[in-house]
């Protein structure tokens, strides 16, 4: 056994060589002196564990990452103590205490001695991995009655569990942090992932986060926030032979303070991913009926996307740590969970397809890009694709000659409904931006939406023509916009547009005053459309 200084061995903090020195003691002899056998290895990203015939040792590693710090022995220490007592609330019998890992008196690095406490390990009773749910799914050997006490045990501990109090705001701003920070990190491009995929899965929760922020606000309001598990998954769960919930986000109170639902969404999905799409049904009805909790399902859906992109945020950065065959193998169930996510977000409704038209200057392409943004749609506008169809015109042209030609006009909305089209057909929602003078090619735009089934709104953006004019000028003096159109061409274009015609009526919007109330009224109408049914059902307060 090596020889050190109890002085070296207590400082620095933190030092990664003492853990390296602490894993090859474990995985030189048994932790515990009446265990006997090979130890076997297994690595996280912030620990160690070490497993024997009986038992099962964690020793944090010396690291400080953004959501978590063990940068020091007495944070690890604080760290297992906590692990210990949060999960003896699902796993009780299995968290058997922590261990220090001391140097002696005679300066030997040693386990659960009398001697200056170095590093710290949780100690656990070892449980069968062939009697985890994970394995029990892949073998095809779940069975009901399992199930229903795993309903149970998870039941009576939400049951249990105060509501966490916390401001209304907070918790659904959180959730958009968390999902903006998910999107952000997917579209990394050294993950390779589908793009137009990882766009579609953001805008269904902002969909939610947006049109129906109530659902959410609800949750919060009825006490449904509770300190939980936060990392519910398959791989946790054990049946020996009752259900026991190993391995609570012990380092986080912020993670594992979520919504029930979502507690329950996320290990849903996680079985979904496994293959079995239905074996959490018998759970969330007994807790619906013990709770008598009944979120909208849009809720369940709403969480199911959130927990599947933040899984494959995580195999793609454990992916970038590997090389070869695991890579692949990370990135591949990225790209699964991608797919689950967009699966579920068909059950929040159909495409959407909005048209915002009008008169230059009145302020149209602002509110077009502000929807856009704030909903994740994509934004397709005549004045950039006039310029990939057509190129710039010559500013010394008269109206109606050029690129404002009737028919190279008609050309550029073709080539926009053509892009729409593909757009839509992926499941993807599009905002369209464009004067629209014509009714037929609004007309056009409709019986696009009509044939691949999206929700469609169109609105009309007016303002004073003063304003209207005002903008254009400052506009044209200030350049770098898209727009070419120039104040001479106001008054013709205002003669050339077209009412609505009968079956179509857009939504008027005055955007006089700017575009934060300009917006209300298109979101008051999509909410309409695309949450109807969960306004219908909601109390009035």
Not at 23 to 42: F, K, N, T, Y
Not at 248 to 253: G, L, R, T
Not at 399 to 408: I, L, V
Not at 430 to 451: F, K, P, Q, S
Request: glycine letters at 6%.
């Amino acid at each position: 056994m090596k020889t050190i200084t109890p002085r070296k061995r207590c400082a620095p903090d933190g030092d990664l060589a003492l853990s390296q020195e602490v894993i090859g003691l474990l995985q030189r002899q048994s932790a515990d002196q009446q265990q006997a056998g090979e130890v076997q290895l297994i690595e996280t990203h912030i620990s160690w564990v070490f497993l024997t015939n009986q038992f099962a040792y964690k020793l944090k590693k010396p690291v400080r990452f953004d959501f978590v710090d063990f940068s020091t022995a007495e944070l690890r220490r604080k760290a297992c103590e906590n692990e210990v007592t949060l999960n003896r609330r699902l796993a009780p019998g299995v968290y058997l205490g922590i261990v220090p890992v001391v140097v002696t008196a005679s300066g030997q690095l040693a386990i659960g001695r009398v001697g200056v406490p170095v590093d710290w390990l949780v100690k656990m009773r070892r449980l069968s991995a062939g009697n985890a749910l994970d394995t029990l799914i892949r073998e095809d050997r779940v069975g009901a009655v399992a199930i229903e006490q795993l309903a149970r045990t998870l039941s009576d501990f939400y049951h249990n569990a105060p509501p966490v109090t916390m401001i209304v705001d907070d918790y659904r701003r959180n959730i958009e942090h968390h999902v903006i920070a998910n999107r952000d990190e997917l579209l990394s491009a050294s993950h390779h992932l589908d793009e137009a995929a990882i766009h579609r899965v953001h805008s269904a929760q902002l969909r939610v986060l947006k049109l129906a922020p109530d659902i959410l606000d609800e949750r919060v309001r009825n006490g449904r926030i509770i300190e939980g598990h936060g990392d519910l998954r398959p791989e946790h769960i054990y049946f020996n032979p009752s259900p026991l919930v190993i391995d609570c986000i012990e380092f986080s109170q912020e993670f594992r303070t979520l919504d029930v639902v979502d507690e329950l969404a996320f290990l849903a999905m996680e079985c979904d991913f496994l293959g079995a799409d239905d074996i959490t049904d018998p759970i969330f009805e007994h807790y619906f009926e013990q709770s008598g909790d009944s979120p909208p399902p849009q809720v369940i859906s709403f969480y199911q996307i959130y927990r599947a992109c933040v899984r494959a945020k995580v195999c793609a950065l454990r992916a970038e740590q590997l090389v070869g065959e695991a890579r692949e193998r990370l990135l591949e169930s990225a790209s699964t969970y991608l797919n689950l996510a967009h699966r579920y977000s068909l059950r929040l409704g159909p495409p959407v397809l909005i048209l915002i038209h009008g008169l230059p200057g009145t302020g149209k392409s602002t509110i077009a890009r502000t929807i856009s943004e704030q909903l994740g749609f994509a934004l397709l506008q005549t004045d950039a694709i006039r310029r990939s169809v057509i190129g710039a015109s010559d500013d010394k042209l008269n109206f109606n000659e050029g690129a404002y030609r009737p028919e190279n006009r008609r050309r550029v909305y073709e080539a926009m409904h053509e892009q729409a089209e593909g757009l839509l057909s992926n499941g993807t929602s599009v905002v369209l931006d464009g004067n629209y003078l014509e009714a037929d090619l609004r007309v056009t735009a409709a019986n696009l939406a009509n044939r691949h089934h999206a929700e469609f709104v169109a609105a009309h953006c007016e303002c004073l023509d003063e304003i209207a004019l005002e903008r254009i000028i400052t506009r044209s003096r200030n350049g770098g916009a898209l727009s070419e159109t120039r104040p001479e061409f106001f008054d013709r274009q205002r003669q050339s547009e077209e009412p609505d015609p009968p079956g179509l009526s857009s939504l008027v919007i005055d955007t006089s005053t700017g575009s934060s109330e300009s917006l209300q009224s298109v979101f008051e109408t999509l909410r309409s459309r695309c949450f109807a049914d969960v306004f219908a059902m909601a109390p009035s307060r």
